[in-house]
């Protein structure tokens, strides 16, 4: 594990791009989505080309036919730094025994 270098990021997807790329992914077109999901095809469209916001419903509708969590749709470039999460959860919730095993949760 020594040889592991985190790999750079080199651009940002929007929410939209996040959801056309599982789309893909999973080889399904706008259609197909739409027939699995009951959202339009022409919503799904917009939302890809971010001209309408995603919403948590149609997040959790879309996550569920595309088989991920909504999180990955709807916070595509989101990054924490686990140890900072850590420290902040100690902080607010004191640190106590069940605050400890919430952090090992692993």
Same mark, same amino acid.
């Given at each position: ?5 985190? $790999? %750079? ?12 790329? +599982?789309?893909?992914?999973? /080889?399904?077109? @706008? ?15 917009a939302i890809e080309n971010n001209r309408i916001s995603?919403?948590?419903?149609? $997040? %959790? ?12 749709? +709807?916070?595509?470039?989101? /990054?924490?730094? @686990? ?5 902040r959860l100690l902080s607010t919730t004191g640190n106590t ?10």
């Open positions: 594990m020594k040889d592991y270098r985190k $790999a %750079k990021k080199t651009t940002d997807v929007s929410v939209g791009e996040s959801v056309r790329i +599982v789309r893909e992914l999973q /080889e399904l077109s @706008q259609n197909d989505l739409a027939h699995l999901t009951g959202i339009p095809q022409s919503t799904l469209s995603l919403g948590v419903e149609r $997040a %959790k509708v879309l996550a569920r036919a595309l088989h991920c969590h909504p999180a990955v749709l +709807v916070f595509p470039g989101w /990054e924490t730094n @686990q140890e900072d999460a850590a420290k025994r069940s605050s400890q095993r919430a952090l090992r949760h692993d």
